[in-house]
């Protein structure tokens, strides 16, 4: 048996108007070659420019990461040549990074797992590479376009820690508004590195590196096939070469790209048209209030302080505005009905009709008072789903319905009471009928809806005609 370690480099494109260096528009087309400029194609004499919200981006996503802040940012050079580099650099950072040393909280299975991140930091995307049998096509859109490279410690060891891991990264780049993090357009991608181990070693295996992978189905199947591959390979007396791999989703394996290069092949050097930028403790503090709870310390506050189960839990805090939803509904009502009316009706009519709750009609208050009157017995749980799709396809409020409607339940006691009774007395013979045990109940019931044109509350109905037959 070998012990899998697998370590992460996710890249994400921040949201920012303009590119990382240049004034170019940073915005997602299929059009190629529609959003660059000079300093984007690496035109002789060019100067960077620094993109302010892109700094402040990363920085919200290292602070997010629990990471140490540098005093001074500082750019640096990444020298290689490649068609999708114009420059024949990378302008990125390698010495003092925007966060070092952080971590991330994620669930697998029954257990926590903390996360170690190695360093998170910004540098600028590339080009993009279109091959075909014969040729090669360069869309120059993405060169220069903010990007956010995360790299964890060699610290995960199964492809669902990965994909667990994935998750809660892209929560928390949802969450703090800094990237739409689409892998769909190339938004989001994943490097892995994977080797493997003796049980009893001390020392790490032969480390391979597959590339850009861009959906986190195929994040797992690539780490699948790899941990199977190197097994085979090790169980015959083989060695694992140093390289990089690429994922082929359609035959569903890695094949070789290349021998992998080490850092000191790209000659990093500090960028020398950046000057290093120290930031203050105002900027900071800044960053620091626009952070907000994110999915892991709200699942534990759901959990422990409004008693629901993990599961409801991780249901809503899947997107954010889910989350403030639910926190918005529980300040008048009991956070289990609220979650249970939000997870299965509200969400259940929103994947139905393909909308999102921006589009949802029904604010927490007014979700608040449909719930409110359930608890309080005014109307029943199935009137109070009637309601609400009502309400949410006529655009009036449920309270409003309830009254228009006329559909409020009777819950007073003795009104029901007059009823049961009026009703016991005409069906005299049947109350014989329900002592011998004749199913003979839910007649009586529907007599007592039937009077009471289905107003009268179920449960105390119910409990108040056990209680008249007994007396007989």
């Not at 299975?109 to 995307?125: A, F, P, Q, R, S």
């Given at each position: 048996m070998y012990k899998v370690v697998i370590g992460l480099e996710i890249h994400c494109e921040l949201l920012t108007n303009s590119k990382n260096f240049s004034s170019s528009r940073n915005a997602y087309t299929e059009s190629p070659n529609e959003n660059l400029g000079p300093v984007d194609l690496g035109f002789p004499g060019i100067l960077p420019v620094i993109n302010k919200e892109g700094i402040k981006k990363a920085l919200k996503v290292a602070t997010a990461l629990h990471c140490t802040i540098p005093e001074v940012i500082v750019f640096d050079r990444k020298n290689y040549f490649y068609p999708d580099l114009p420059k024949?650099?990378?302008?990125?950072?390698?010495?003092?990074?925007?966060?070092?040393?952080?971590?991330?909280?994620?669930?697998?299975?029954?257990?926590?797992?903390?996360?170690?991140?190695?360093?998170?930091?910004?540098?600028?995307?590339?080009?993009?590479?279109?091959?075909?049998?014969?040729?090669?096509?360069?869309?120059?859109?993405?060169?220069?376009?903010?990007?956010?490279?995360?790299?964890?410690?060699?610290?995960?060891?199964?492809?669902?820690e990965v994909v667990a891991f994935l998750e809660a990264l892209r929560s928390l780049f949802l969450y703090t508004g800094v990237s739409d993090a689409r892998s769909d357009r190339g938004?989001?991608?994943?490097?892995?590195?994977?080797s493997l181990m003796e049980e009893n070693a001390t020392e790490f295996g032969t480390k391979v590196e597959m590339k850009n992978i861009n959906s986190f189905n195929n994040v797992k199947e690539a780490i699948r096939y790899e941990i199977k591959r190197q097994t085979e390979i090790l169980n015959q007396g083989g060695k694992i070469i140093q390289e990089t791999r690429r994922y082929d989703d359609k035959d569903m394996c890695t094949y070789?790209?290349?021998e992998k290069v080490d850092a000191v092949d790209y000659k990093y050097f500090q960028e020398p048209n950046i000057v290093p930028i120290r930031l203050t403790e105002d900027f900071l503090e800044e960053i620091r209030k626009e952070i907000p709870k994110l999915q892991y310390e709200r699942i534990q506050i759901y959990m422990e302080d409004y008693g629901l189960s993990r599961y409801d839990a991780t249901i809503l805090v899947k997107e954010k505005e889910i989350a403030e939803y639910f926190e918005s509904t529980i300040e008048n009502t009991d956070p289990k009905n609220a979650a249970n009316w939000i997870n299965s009706v509200i969400l259940g009519y929103l994947n139905k009709n393909d909308m999102s709750l921006k589009d949802l009609f029904i604010t927490p208050k007014m979700l608040s008072e449909l719930i409110s009157m359930v608890e309080n017995g005014k109307i029943s749980s199935k009137q109070g789903k009637e309601i609400l799709?009502?309400?949410?396809?006529?655009?009036?409020?449920?309270?409003?319905?309830?009254?228009?409607?006329?559909?409020?339940?009777?819950?007073?006691?003795?009104?029901?009471?007059?009823?049961v009774i009026e009703v016991l007395d005409e069906n005299e013979n049947l109350i014989e009928d329900y002592r011998k045990g004749k199913r003979v109940f839910d007649f009586f019931?529907?007599?007592?809806?039937?009077?009471?044109?289905?107003?009268?509350?179920?449960?105390?109905?119910?409990?108040?005609?056990?209680?008249e037959i007994e007396k007989r």
């Open positions: 024949g650099y990378q302008i990125t950072q390698n010495e003092s990074p925007v966060g070092t040393n952080g971590y991330l909280m994620i669930h697998v299975g029954e257990e926590d797992k903390k996360v170690l991140i190695h360093d998170t930091h910004l540098e600028e995307d590339t080009a993009s590479l279109e091959h075909y049998d014969n040729y090669s096509l360069i869309d120059y859109n993405r060169a220069g376009v903010p990007l956010l490279e995360t790299v964890t410690e060699p610290c995960l060891s199964s492809a669902e938004q989001m991608r994943c490097d892995v590195n994977i070789s790209m290349r799709y009502k309400s949410i396809e006529e655009k009036i409020e449920p309270t409003i319905l309830v009254e228009k409607m006329d559909v409020s339940q009777i819950a007073d006691d003795t009104e029901i009471r007059k009823i019931i529907g007599q007592i809806m039937k009077k009471t044109k289905g107003k009268a509350n179920p449960s105390m109905a119910s409990a108040i005609l056990k209680e």
